[in-house]
């Protein structure tokens, strides 16, 4: 039986329903300062805490509800006849219920403070009351979400009390918010370039998926607490839900168009692009894209770096895609798109943010910096050079090798990739694929360094100008010479891109 509750909440989202059966069912409120005032002025029968505990608020707000009045309350085992005769003794009245939801910190971190500023809004009361009542929950309802109230109610309405299981489920609430706050402002003190003792990990879960990789698996989508990110800060403009795959797929996408500077396009599809290009605009970006795979394109994903007009729209609208990703869209272009109520109409509101990558193996995280580093050193190191043009070619393939599962192998014309290979055991059967598929290619770009000279052979035998690859290998020589004696440039860079 609840007879007495604290009340102390930031947000203050349906808190007078929830104040106001309470005290229908004769339980007696104590609040603190702005909530207090708040339940005060809107005629719910409320006690100030500094009634209960004898001190003021003090140090601007910072110690308020740390007192033995109050978690002598909260922490009192109910049925241990000890702490009862102790509580007794001191003039410490039992607190069955703890509603409190924290200072917004997860917000505040991420807007335009100064250090100081965003220090205040770390909470020290909120979080040792909560998680003093969640480990007392078999005595003490402890509500830190808003959307358990209505539940909360209806238990109580209904049996009089709360029953033991869902204290328990919101008792393990709490330390679940409590790791991804304590995270968050882990992340912030340490800041983003260390490597912590302990991985701690702050995000919410934004939904449910039907399922993952295959129906077999389910899965959900979380979304970084107290940073900014491309696949958290975006918009769903029209169509379906989106897939575990899908939002794996717009990552790629968006990160290959957000590492150009003019007007680019890529195609995504199983989490490797499969189209690829720039151009002086978006339409023909997209159209030399898509010439580069017109098979692997469909159901695929298409990201552009600029904003999507109608023109490209209606083009886009001539294959099945799943989704289509842009920093912005013209408004009749927006309407056209919105006409497939499938397709996934998605507006990126920032580029890609993060500094590093984790992969989950069993019974660990691998954690690495983002591979945000194109190349070390251009080195010259053939008797021929690449030309103005074949350079840039060769600089285009690099920065989208680099997004091609290993072993990885792109081929390019004229700011257009004409074959990419990829996801292969060895380096010679992603070459013989890119390059057969590309035909007519200039320029190959590899993401790791040539163990043998054979991939300079078949390279001789599809015509291609320049290459491009990290070298390192004991054998470079061997390629090296070959690219001589077939008249190919080579330039070596230093720095490999595995994506496995």
């Given at each position: 039986?609840?007879?007495?509750?604290?009340?102390?909440?930031?947000?203050?989202d349906?808190?007078?329903?929830?104040?106001?059966?309470?005290?229908?069912?004769?339980?007696?409120?104590?609040?603190t300062?702005?909530?207090?005032?708040?339940?005060?002025?809107?005629?719910?029968?409320?006690?100030?805490?500094?009634?209960i505990?004898g001190?003021p608020?003090?140090?601007?707000g910072?110690?308020?509800?740390?007192?033995?009045k109050?978690?002598?309350?909260?922490?009192?085992i109910?049925?241990?006849?000890?702490?009862?005769?102790?509580?007794?003794?001191?003039?410490?009245?039992?607190?069955?219920?703890?509603?409190?939801?924290?200072y917004?910190?997860?917000?505040?971190?991420?807007e335009?403070?100064?250090?100081?500023?965003?220090?205040?809004?770390?909470d020290?009361?909120?979080?040792?009351?909560?998680?003093?009542?969640?480990?007392?929950?078999?005595?003490?309802?402890v509500?830190?979400d808003?959307?358990?109230?209505?539940?909360?109610?209806?238990?109580?309405?209904?049996?009089?009390?709360?029953?033991?299981?869902?204290?328990?489920?919101?008792?393990?609430?709490?330390?679940?918010?409590?790791?991804?706050?304590?995270?968050?402002?882990s992340?912030?003190?340490?800041?983003?370039?260390?490597?912590?003792?302990?991985?701690?990990?702050?995000?919410?879960?934004?939904?449910?998926?039907?399922?993952?990789?295959?129906?077999?698996?389910?899965?959900?989508?979380?979304?970084a607490?107290?940073?900014?990110?491309s696949?958290?800060?975006?918009?769903?403009?029209?169509?379906?839900?989106?897939?575990?795959?899908?939002?794996?797929?717009m990552?790629i996408?968006?990160?290959?168009?957000?590492?150009?500077?003019?007007?680019?396009?890529?195609?995504?599809?199983?989490?490797?692009?499969?189209?690829?290009?720039?151009?002086?605009?978006?339409?023909?970006?997209?159209?030399?894209?898509?010439?580069?795979?017109?098979?692997?394109?469909?159901?695929?994903?298409?990201?552009?770096?600029?904003?999507?007009d109608?023109?490209?729209?209606?083009?886009?609208g001539?294959?099945?895609?799943?989704?289509?990703?842009?920093?912005?869209?013209?408004?009749?272009?927006?309407?056209?798109?919105?006409?497939?109520?499938?397709?996934?109409?998605i507006?990126?509101?920032?580029?890609p943010?993060?500094?590093?990558?984790?992969?989950?193996?069993?019974g660990?995280?691998?954690?690495?910096?983002?591979?945000?580093?194109?190349?070390?050193?251009?080195?010259?190191?053939?008797e021929?050079k690449?030309?103005?043009?074949?350079?840039?070619?060769?600089?285009?393939?690099m920065?989208?090798?680099?997004?091609?599962?290993?072993?990885?192998?792109?081929?390019?014309?004229?700011?257009?990739?004409?074959?990419?290979?990829?996801?292969q055991?060895?380096?010679?059967?992603?070459?013989?694929?890119?390059?057969?598929?590309?035909?007519?290619?200039?320029?190959?770009?590899?993401?790791?360094?040539?163990p043998?000279?054979?991939?300079?052979?078949?390279?001789?035998?599809?015509?291609?100008?320049?290459?491009?690859?990290p070298?390192?290998?004991?054998?470079?020589?061997?390629?090296?010479?070959a690219?001589?004696?077939?008249?190919?440039?080579?330039?070596?860079?230093?720095?490999?891109?595995?994506?496995?």
């Amino acid at each position: 039986m609840i007879k007495r509750a604290l009340i102390s909440v930031f947000n203050k989202d349906n808190i007078l329903k929830l104040a106001k059966f309470l005290i229908e069912k004769d339980v007696e409120i104590i609040s603190t300062g702005g909530t207090f005032k708040y339940l005060k002025e809107n005629d719910v029968k409320v006690t100030e805490i500094s009634e209960i505990t004898g001190f003021p608020e003090m140090l601007d707000g910072r110690v308020k509800t740390l007192h033995p009045k109050i978690h002598g309350g909260i922490l009192a085992i109910r049925d241990n006849e000890e702490h009862m005769k102790t509580i007794e003794e001191h003039d410490i009245k039992a607190i069955d219920m703890v509603v409190v939801n924290l200072y917004p910190f997860f917000d505040k971190v991420q807007e335009d403070l100064s250090f100081d500023e965003k220090i205040e809004f770390i909470d020290i009361g909120g979080p040792t009351m909560i998680r003093a009542a969640a480990k007392n929950f078999k005595d003490v309802t402890v509500l830190t979400d808003v959307n358990d109230y209505e539940e909360v109610m209806k238990e109580i309405e209904n049996h009089g009390d709360v029953s033991f299981g869902k204290k328990r489920v919101l008792a393990g609430k709490v330390f679940n918010l409590m790791a991804a706050y304590d995270a968050a402002v882990s992340r912030f003190l340490l800041g983003e370039e260390v490597y912590p003792e302990y991985l701690n990990m702050s995000y919410k879960k934004v939904m449910d998926l039907r399922y993952g990789e295959n129906p077999h698996q389910s899965a959900a989508y979380y979304a970084a607490t107290s940073t900014k990110g491309s696949m958290k800060d975006f918009e769903q403009l029209n169509g379906k839900e989106l897939s575990y795959n899908n939002i794996k797929d717009m990552d790629i996408a968006w990160k290959v168009v957000c590492d150009f500077e003019e007007p680019m396009c890529c195609a995504v599809k199983h989490n490797t692009p499969c189209g690829a290009a720039v151009a002086d605009n978006i339409y023909d970006a997209y159209l030399r894209a898509f010439s580069c795979d017109e098979v692997s394109i469909f159901g695929g994903i298409v990201a552009v770096n600029r904003t999507l007009d109608l023109k490209t729209a209606e083009e886009l609208g001539k294959i099945f895609l799943e989704i289509v990703i842009a920093p912005d869209f013209d408004k009749d272009a927006l309407e056209f798109l919105q006409k497939k109520k499938n397709l996934r109409v998605i507006k990126a509101l920032c580029k890609p943010q993060d500094n590093r990558e984790y992969a989950k193996v069993d019974g660990g995280i691998l954690v690495q910096a983002s591979d945000d580093k194109l190349i070390d050193e251009v080195k010259y190191v053939t008797e021929k050079k690449p030309t103005d043009a074949e350079m840039k070619d060769l600089i285009f393939g690099m920065k989208v090798v680099k997004y091609v599962k290993s072993n990885a192998i792109v081929v390019v014309k004229d700011g257009m990739a004409k074959g990419i290979g990829g996801g292969q055991v060895n380096r010679i059967w992603p070459t013989i694929d890119a390059l057969n598929r590309a035909k007519d290619g200039v320029v190959l770009a590899s993401d790791a360094f040539f163990p043998f000279n054979d991939i300079v052979g078949e390279a001789a035998k599809h015509n291609i100008k320049a290459i491009i690859q990290p070298g390192g290998s004991i054998r470079d020589k061997d390629s090296i010479e070959a690219c001589n004696e077939n008249g190919i440039a080579m330039v070596l860079t230093g720095i490999r891109h595995f994506k496995h």
